[in-house]
Nanobody, 123 residues
Framework: QVQLVESGGGLVQAGGSLRLSCAAS????????MGWFRQAPGKERDVVGF????????YYADSVKGRFTISRDNTKNTVYLQMNNLKPEDTAVYYC????????????????WGQGTQVTVSS
């Protein structure tokens, strides 16, 4: 079965960096776009960004643009989220997801999800 496993979360001070990883198995990784989403306490889950199957295109939410970078290694079936200059408002559970098609900011395009990893940014 399909499995997406996130790692790399933790506690970091404001201004610090973290790199999240998401290892995929059970699917043809290179044929899926990979998205990152996050859910802060008391809020709905929102898109952070995504990367297309070929790494040809990336999208970032305005709130993270210029600070976060998504990359993927199709030889390792892994997608990464490099987060720099972290802010307390970045505190959330971060999820990776595998999807296809258009409108990849839409969570309904992603049939496969990881379990999430907690990122906490202290001020």
């Amino acid at each position: 079965q399909v499995q997406l496993v996130e790692s790399g979360g933790g506690l970091v001070q404001a201004g610090g960096s973290l790199r999240l990883s998401c290892a995929a198995s059970g699917l043809t990784f290179s044929s899926y776009a990979m998205g990152w989403f996050r859910q802060a306490p008391g809020k709905e889950r929102d898109v952070v960004g995504f990367i297309t199957w070929s790494s040809g295109s990336t999208y970032y939410a305005d709130s993270v643009k210029g600070r976060f970078t998504i990359s993927r290694d199709n030889t390792k079936n892994t997608v990464y989220l490099q987060m720099n200059n972290l802010k307390p408002e970045d505190t959330a559970v971060y999820y990776c997801a595998a999807g296809r098609g258009l409108q990849l900011t839409n969570q309904s395009r992603y049939p496969y999800w990881g379990q999430g990893t907690q990122v906490t940014v202290s001020s």
